[in-house]
């Protein structure tokens, strides 16, 4: 059964701390890695992953995929309190359908 | 350009009633697909519709069952609703051809009494 954890569960920083979300991933057939943020409610697309060892980069957030260990980093640099949401991970597999299976989450909160 | 949209926002029902949900893709998008997230958890897969017809399952009942129109719209519908089935109900939408990018709506806030 695929399966994706992420760690750590929630995450309590100051801002302009640094941060690392890890997700690791069991899929048959990997085909790719996205994250999202969720605020409140709609999770907002951050990044697509596919290839091993690319970063991702938008702003002060960035992605990147070990398809060899089979995991996931996100890191936020400079951290503000509008970075506070849960983070998800989900893995896409091969085989033309497109369903998602996600983890729990990372529940981030930055204190000014 | 519309992104996904989902009504209505929040429903509270009582046990062994029914709901429908409905949820309408983002511009261009031609499959819907369901998902529930539970207090605390990731989202859930329940299912998929693309062409009007279901594209494939996840572990769920069949007391949940979908729809889709001819304009790519689409409605969840639950019956005999369960305690266990408060939870907030996601509609993504995406193209068929090869796009593993999914979008999100704001979702429907179900509170089973």
């Known amino acids: 059964e695929d399966k994706v954890v992420q760690s750590p569960l929630s995450l309590v920083v100051h801002e302009g701390d640094t941060v690392t979300l890890n997700c690791s991933y069991e899929?048959?057939?990997?085909?790719?890695l996205l994250w999202y943020k969720q605020e409140k409610k709609a999770p907002t697309f951050l990044f697509m992953l596919?290839?091993?060892?690319i970063e991702k980069k938008s702003g002060r957030l960035s992605s990147i995929l070990d398809k060899k260990e089979l995991f996931s980093i996100l890191n936020i640099t400079a951290t503000q309190t509008g970075d506070s949401a849960v983070y998800l991970c989900?893995?896409?597999?091969?085989?033309?359908?497109?369903?998602?299976?996600f983890g729990k989450g990372t529940k981030l909160t930055v204190n000014p | 350009d519309a992104g996904v949209t989902q009504s209505p926002t929040h429903l509270i029902k009582t046990r062994g009633q029914q709901v429908t949900l409905r949820c309408s893709p983002k511009?261009?998008?031609?499959?819907v697909s369901w998902y529930q997230q539970a207090l605390g958890q990731g989202p859930q897969f329940i299912f998929q519709?693309?062409?009007?017809?279901?594209?494939q399952r996840g572990n769920f009942p069949d007391r949940f069952s979908g729809h889709q129109f001819p304009n790519y719209s689409s409605e969840l519908n639950v019956n005999a609703l369960l305690l266990g089935d408060s939870a907030l109900y996601l509609c993504?939408?995406?193209?068929?051809?090869?796009?593993?990018?999914?979008?999100f709506g704001p979702g429907t806030r179900l509170t089973v009494l």
């Open positions: 993504a939408s995406s193209l068929v051809a090869g796009a593993d990018t999914q979008y």
């Open positions: 899929v048959t057939n990997f085909r790719s």
């Open positions: 596919t290839s091993s060892g």
């Open positions: 989900a893995v896409n597999r091969q085989g033309g359908s497109e369903k998602l299976v």
């Open positions: 511009s261009g998008h031609d499959t």
């Open positions: 519709y693309y062409e009007e017809e279901e594209r």
